[in-house]
């Protein structure tokens, strides 16, 4: 689950080149696409933009720092409430937008304050809580939140200066937001504090003896984690327009969780294959049969943590591994197969461990 | 008074069934280090078997038996087959694992079954006894001592019985035990057989009142949660005793504090989990751990 290992070393000037022009290149084609494509692709991408900065946050606090987090779901929706609350109220955009980043955080970091201190499992159980509680809270709370009626709340029809339909205006919107929350989080997790997640993720008593305290990087990750939630919310309610306690619900946690981890925990490239895999996958299988999405989800879930441990990011990685074949001297000094950080134990293991007892009964 | 008594005896009887819960996250948590979220819709699984086997045309208490029997198998054969694989390795991506196997289990019991109410017949007669002014089902308190029995059961196997050593000592270092010569694979199998046998009968137990549906322990998984935090994951005794105090206070809350109501109920051992954390963070009953460096 570690961060990317390069497999071959190319000349650093080269591949940095290449990257540039790919950037480029993806950029271009993400400033186009909209103008070129039919509004119900615009609104595909649109969607897969507004939970990949879900699954980021998520993956900050669970891919980079090992915490498993069940509440995501609830600041998303959170985010959104507040979002339709302002825009109903007619505040300014901007102002709303910063009040969805801020309240997601004031309450992540309520609960981090308390969650951090069980460490472990404990985090999870905790906020396994957050979205069950959110659904009859948002229930309760109806003069802010509409009950189970929802709120809706338009604020992203196109300009008539821009001569953009709305699809397309949306999309603009939502992709500047989105290309700036990954450019952050892509910033935060290679810098000094990505490290500090890392180091408390491996080894809770060495961050500690390196000056780096767990507990405050544990409570700092899952309020990032949640100020991106909230920040989701406001893109949420930006594409969807409405919002209602359903979008807060357990399940959506769950397959939250699920898209992270299949994506590529710890991965910030992965984090963008979970916020597509967490919009098409049910797409495709309600197509199929709709009863079958739940199950399908699972059984993915399971398959991705069996196969590929290190999520769908790694696919090409290990692709190019299995097809150079063993027969390729590994170059010294640079092993070729980077060891997943926590490869899982063979599962001979366990039977080995059994062997004396066998013999003594036999 | 008389309501008051009712909704203590009615806070007991459901705080039995996330007990029977509880007793099972702990048994896997002592056996293996990992949280089991998929206990609760493996032991919805086990009712819906159980209803299977009545529709059938077995007898109610045949079909019960039966069902718990086969979720002792299908939780030794998920051990076995599916968490094996990732017990030694990362917590978090085991218990992603079990998430998994939750998100699974519903599906498939929604592809058999479907999402409607189905109604499960009840094991005890529907009549009601007054004690002290209080109208109480015989179905809630045969629930309760039902469960009450399982857990001094359940006691009196990890105590008394060679087999309940084994399985603590496996729990308290896996490494040693398998050192001194005991079947650590068998036993954890042992060990998820057994917390699926609880949680099939919690789920038999609470389906005739919630009506069948994939998602029915959901709620109850979370308030099971909610007591293993309180009681401490290490204290078997002190899961139950947070348990039932879940289930009182929550009923004693729902009615008396009209902010709260019945809607937001479930926030209450949240909030109460909050306060004892920062005053008492290895929980009620549970050791506080060492760690040294």
New interface residues.
């Given amino acids: 689950m570690s961060s990317v290992l390069p497999v071959t070393r190319k000349p650093v000037t080269r591949n940095r080149a290449g990257r540039t022009v790919l950037v480029v290149v993806v950029a271009l084609a993400l400033l186009v696409a909209p103008l070129v494509l039919p509004a119900f692709a615009n609104q595909t991408l649109i969607r897969i933009g507004v939970y990949a900065v879900a699954v980021l946050g998520l993956n900050i606090v669970m891919g980079y720092t090992g915490q498993v987090n069940l509440g995501q779901i609830f600041f998303l929706g959170l985010g959104a409430y507040v979002t339709a609350y302002g825009v109903k109220q007619g505040w300014n955009i901007v102002l709303v937008f910063v009040l969805a980043c801020v309240i997601a955080g004031i309450v992540g970091l309520l609960v981090a304050l308390a969650a951090a201190r069980l460490g472990g499992l404990a985090i999870a159980m905790v906020t396994i809580a957050l979205p069950i509680v959110g659904v009859p809270l948002a229930k309760r709370l109806d003069e802010f939140t509409g009950g189970s009626q929802g709120i809706s709340a338009r604020f992203t029809d196109a300009p008539d200066w821009s001569g953009l339909y709305n699809d397309q205006w949306q999309f603009y919107i939502i992709l500047l937001v989105t290309a700036a929350a990954f450019l952050l989080g892509r910033n935060l997790v290679r810098g000094k504090y990505g490290r500090a997640f890392g180091v408390v993720r491996e080894n809770e008593a060495v961050a500690a003896s390196m000056g780096v305290s767990p507990y405050r990087t544990k409570v700092l990750a899952f309020t990032l984690a949640s100020i991106f939630g909230g920040a989701s919310g406001f893109l949420y309610l930006a594409a969807v327009q409405y919002t209602s306690p359903e979008t807060l619900s357990f399940g959506h946690s769950i397959t939250l969780l699920a898209a992270m981890v299949i994506g590529g925990a710890g991965s910030i490239t992965g984090s963008l294959i979970g916020g597509a895999y967490y919009v098409l996958v049910p797409l495709l299988t309600n197509a199929i049969d709709p009863s079958f999405t739940t199950a399908s989800q699972g059984a993915i879930l399971l398959l991705v943590l069996f196969l590929l441990p290190e999520g769908l990011v790694s696919l090409p990685r290990v692709v190019r591994r299995l097809t150079r074949g063993p027969t390729k001297r590994p170059v010294p000094g640079n092993p070729q197969q980077p060891a997943p950080a926590r490869r899982p134990v063979p599962e001979d293991a366990p039977e080995g461990l059994e062997q004396p007892e066998r013999h003594d009964r036999s | 008074m008389g309501t008051f008594i009712q909704l203590v005896v009615d806070g007991l009887s459901a705080g039995s069934i996330y007990a029977a819960l509880a007793l099972a996250i702990v048994l896997v948590n002592q056996a293996t280090g990992?949280?089991n979220?998929a206990q609760g819709g493996l032991a919805v699984l086990s009712a819906y078997i159980a209803y299977a086997f009545v529709q059938f045309g077995l007898p109610l208490i045949a079909g019960i038996i039966l069902a718990v029997v086969i979720s002792f198998f299908i939780g030794a054969l998920v051990e076995r087959f599916?968490v094996?694989?990732?017990?030694?390795?990362?917590?978090?991506?085991a218990?992603?694992?079990t998430?998994?196997?939750?998100?699974?289990?519903?599906?498939?019991t929604?592809?058999i079954w479907?999402y409607n109410n189905l109604g499960f017949p009840s094991l005890f007669p529907l009549s009601s006894v007054d004690i002290l002014g209080a109208v109480v089902s015989v179905r809630s308190l045969a629930t309760t001592v039902t469960i009450l029995v399982i857990m001094v059961l359940l006691q009196l196997l990890f105590l008394r019985t060679k087999l309940g050593l084994a399985l603590r000592a496996v729990a308290d270092s896996?490494?040693s035990a398998?050192?001194s010569?005991?079947?650590?694979?068998?036993l954890?199998m042992v060990g998820w057989g057994l917390a699926a046998t609880l949680g099939a009968i919690a789920g038999v137990l609470v389906a005739p009142q919630l009506t069948l549906t994939p998602g029915m322990l959901?709620?109850a998984l979370?308030y099971a949660?909610?007591a293993?935090?309180l009681g401490g994951l290490s204290s078997p005794l002190g899961c139950v005793v947070a348990a039932s105090a879940i289930g009182v206070l929550e009923n004693l809350v729902a009615v008396y504090i009209p902010l709260i109501?019945h809607?937001?109920k479930?926030?209450v051992p949240?909030v109460l989990?909050?306060v004892i954390?920062?005053l008492r963070?290895q929980g009620l009953f549970g050791r506080k751990v060492v760690?040294r460096?």
Avoid at chain 2, 84 to 90: M, T
Avoid at chain 2, 99 to 108: A, D, H, K, P, R
């Fill in positions: 990992l949280i979220f599916l094996r694989r990732f017990e030694r390795g990362d917590p978090d991506t218990v992603v694992v998430i998994g196997l939750l998100t699974l289990v519903t599906g498939i929604a592809i479907s896996p490494a398998a050192l010569g005991l079947p650590v694979g068998r954890l959901d709620t979370v949660l909610a293993v935090i109501g809607d937001l479930i926030a949240f989990i909050f954390l920062i963070p760690v460096v």
